[in-house]
């Protein structure tokens, strides 16, 4: 199987999608990965036997990618995920693009100029991984009194559908924020976030109310993060240089009670180096699972890392909203394609780490092939043609 076979697959499952739409759209994903240099449209007509103008007529059109992604999900990933939501800065020159402003890039470690997505993905806890959802360029932050208001509004958006997925909502310490907290939870999602480490949370009192007048006591005092009270805090994972300690805390930032995981990193001499307090707004969750799932948020930052490196995902050259929502989904969702294909189908104990420099190769190698067995005349079912095919395909390759 191949990216043009499993997409011509999926898309017999979207019957809203007419014939002419299905072949543009399994072509594409196919070329996206045999493309060399930038991926805009002057390029893709050079490798491909439609011209310009169609790829301009058809990134103009909509296409529904969250679907798409979930029939990929449900067919190659595990039944144990959660949802995981990122910004991920693009560069981009020039004045005339919509949505260009400062944005936080963190290679960079600063603001700078170009534009952002707001990318949602499916993290595949059991296969370690991340699968593409669906990525919203930012666009009306100007309507709002802050980028993380207009996150939170993203969030509520798109909801129901993160919902098909998991209950859960995984994100980075930066949106560990009441206003952002309160909007997940309104939208019916759980955030499993990390706090930051001089949050300040408070023991629940669970003893008897001494008899005076005045409000009942709520708190017994606060938490300090390094010297935990064993009457609350139970050890969920112990390790060699950590431990995990678990408990149910009142968050002060938050107005409210969450569940959390508090981690120490210990130095030779036994004594605490330092100190990561995760959480999660549902009460119910284990220590182990925010550990985990938090952990495995970081994976959607490798599938911005193959985008960006491999397929484009900063190589649009349009000023149109809609084709450049459908340029970086067309980036991100090739790399759950590869990654379904090459990594996911294959038994668990057997799998090797997932290289998209790799799948870019071979299916350079397959085009650049098929031209010189087609143009010589050569029939490509002789035993020798085979044979030699495939020490072709893996010509070039990291890890032949």
Known sequence: MNVE????????????????????????????CRLRGRHNFKNMSRYSELNEGTFHNNYA?????????????????????ICAFDPSYISKSGKCTPGLGYFWSGCAGKNKWGLEIGGFA??????????????????????????????????????????????????????????FVNAVLESGLDLISRLRDDGVLFYPYVGPQPKRKGAKTKYLGQVDPRNLDPAYFTCCIEDE?????????????????????????????????????????????????????????????????????????????TKSET???????????????????????QPIESRTPFSMA??????????????????????????KIIQLKQKVLNFGKIRA
């Open 5 to 32: 076979t499993l997409t011509r697959t999926i898309l017999g499952n979207m019957p809203e999608t007419t014939k002419w739409r299905r072949d543009f759209i399994s072509k594409n994903f196919c070329l996206q």
């Open 61 to 81: 059109k909509d296409f529904d990618f969250f679907e798409f992604n979930l029939h990929l999900l449900e067919e190659f990933g595990s039944s144990e995920r």
């Open 122 to 179: 499916a993290i595949d806890i059991i296969n370690n991984t991340a699968m593409h959802l669906i990525a919203d360029q930012t666009l009306a932050q100007k309507e709002h009194s802050n980028l993380l208001a207009y996150y939170a509004d993203l969030v509520r958006f798109r909801s129901e559908e993160l919902k098909k997925v998991s209950d859960y909502l995984a994100a980075d310490a930066y949106f560990s924020r009441a206003p």
């Open 241 to 317: 240089g950590f431990r995990i300690y678990e408990a149910t805390l009142y968050c002060k930032a938050f107005k409210r009670m969450i569940r959390v995981a508090v981690m120490h990193t210990y130095a030779e001499d036994g004594s605490i180096k330092k100190h990561k307090i995760f959480f999660s707004t549902d009460l119910s969750m284990s220590g182990i699972d925010i550990y985990c799932y938090y952990k495995g948020r970081y994976q959607i930052e490798f599938l911005y890392r193959d985008a960006k490196q491999h397929v484009g995902l900063e190589h649009a050259q």
């Open 323 to 345: 084709k450049l929502h459908f340029h970086f989904n067309t980036a991100l969702t090739t790399v759950s394609l590869a990654k379904a294909i090459y990594h996911l189908s």
């Open 358 to 383: 790799d799948v870019k190769t071979q299916y350079f190698n397959e085009l650049l092939w098929n031209k010189i067995i087609c143009g010589c005349g050569l029939d490509p079912h002789q035993p």
